[in-house]
């Protein structure tokens, strides 16, 4: 199988999620779109609307005079407003366009595969090393591979972002938490592979 060189997939990785910012106005975030797709189908449907500008000023004033007096409420509401700041990444219209990303990326992954192959791809599960560990007993395989996935949504969420959003996007960004996210899960990512070598393989 032919593989570009290192140096055109990391350009085509760093091209990536900024061409996405420039059309969408979105981050790169394959977690985030699963995720909304998954609440969609849950019933989580409806986002609430945000508050007017006056509402808003009312309800920081009403927090800020139990927080800290009335004084402090009667400052706030002779000051002037602030304008409002629009979000910056815009939630996605209903579910048809985090459906589209999924099966856009997975469509890529497929035409790549064909390309590369030079025919079309054959469904399988993985082999190679991962066969190695785990056989060749597709049940076993398809287990291992589904609690892989589990562990992988679950880690996703809890880290509130995924490989393209923490990896990608914050990263280059130099946001802290993206970089301890990416560092842990890459981190543990090496570390499993050696601990199933060694427990798996004999050592080997």
């Not at 815009?90 to 985090?98: D, I, R, S, V, Y």
């Not at 509130?160 to 960004?173: A, E, F, K, V």
């Amino acid at each position: 199988m032919h593989r570009w060189p290192f140096w055109a997939g990391g350009l085509f990785l760093a091209a990536l999620p900024i061409a996405h910012w420039f059309l969408l106005r979105r981050m790169f975030a394959v977690g985030g779109r699963f995720s909304s797709v998954v609440d969609w189908l849950r019933g989580k449907r409806q986002v609430a609307a945000p508050l007017p500008q006056d509402d808003l000023i009312r309800a920081l004033q009403r927090e800020t005079a139990a927080a800290f007096g009335d004084d402090a409420a009667a400052a706030l509401a002779q000051s002037s407003p602030a304008p409002m700041a629009s979000p910056v990444s815009p939630a996605p219209g209903g579910l048809l366009p985090n459906l589209v990303f999924l099966v856009g990326v997975a469509l890529g992954g497929t035409i790549s595969a064909w390309l590369a192959l030079g025919h079309a791809p054959a469904p399988s599960l993985p082999a190679g090393e991962f066969a190695r560990l785990f056989g060749d007993d597709r049940l076993v395989d398809a287990a291992v591979l589904l609690l892989g996935g589990v562990l992988v949504g679950f880690g996703t969420r809890m880290a509130g972002g995924c490989t393209s959003g923490h990896g990608l996007c914050g990263t280059s960004r130099l946001q802290p938490g993206s970089l301890v996210a990416t560092a842990c899960f890459f981190g543990m990512a090496i570390v499993v592979s050696f601990a199933l070598r060694f427990l798996l393989g004999g050592g080997r």
